[in-house]
């Protein structure tokens, strides 16, 4: 007989509860089922203390694939202001922790697969300063939540700004990890182009605000990691 399937909330559990951020410690919880067997929503805790958040830092929800063909993928929303219990709130983006929880929520996508993330709901610089700068049509890795998934791996990029037939849900930003070498140097490259221009246009202007000025930074710093052509 072949064997039990891993379920959607096993996988998760495994990968995540235990973790350390930081000085907390993740733990999934409120696991409902999806539209089949391989999905379910999740909510995701940081522990501190001893004690729960009073709010998850993550609500997502997780497709474990099926087979070779339909890859992994994730949909949630990250509010990186965090509070426990008799605390003052920890901002989590403010910390430099926003990269080891996108690393981790990551290595639950293969090859193949994406990451969703959903911004313009959490009254929180991280994400209005991301869906400022899609509108402004920064290139998506210069905005803090683009740059973010780039630093985790992912590579291919699109703003559902507008979903499509009012179907896909709330506005996202999807991120697609290469699935070989070759489509990474692709996309490595594409990426390359599309920054090179935006620096230039930016270097032009006399004065940056604030925001462009920080998407600048971001573009440089991808620059110089990509290195020559």
């Not at 000085?23 to 409902?32: A, G, I, K, W, Y």
């Not at 996202?172 to 230039?200: C, M, N, Y």
Request: proline share 7%; net charge neutral.
């Amino acid at each position: 007989m072949p064997g039990k399937l891993i379920e959607p909330p096993e996988i998760l559990k495994g990968a995540l509860d235990g973790r350390e951020v930081g000085e907390f410690v993740l733990e999934t919880r409120d696991f409902r089922r999806g539209r089949t067997d391989r999905e379910t929503y999740f909510n995701l805790f940081l522990r501190h203390s001893g004690r729960a958040s009073s709010k998850p830092v993550v609500q997502g929800l997780f497709f474990m694939g099926r087979g070779d063909y339909i890859k992994p993928w994730m949909e949630f929303r990250y509010d990186p202001l965090v509070s426990f219990p008799g605390e003052s709130p920890f901002d989590l983006e403010e910390m430099g922790l926003t990269d080891s929880v996108f690393s981790l929520l990551g290595s639950l996508i293969p090859a193949g697969g994406s990451l969703m993330v959903i911004y313009g709901a959490e009254d929180h610089p991280f994400s209005r300063e991301t869906e400022s700068g899609l509108k402004r049509k920064f290139p998506p890795p210069a905005t803090p939540m683009g740059y973010r998934l780039w630093k985790a791996g992912f590579r291919w990029f699109k703003d559902w700004y507008f979903p499509e037939g009012w179907l896909e849900g709330a506005m996202k930003l999807q991120a697609t990890r290469p699935l070989d070498e070759g489509i990474r140097a692709l996309r490595e490259s594409q990426a390359r182009k599309e920054l090179e221009a935006f620096v230039l246009e930016m270097r032009r202007r006399a004065v940056l605000d604030r925001e462009a000025a920080s998407a600048l930074l971001r573009a440089e710093e991808i620059l110089k990691e990509l290195g020559s052509p």
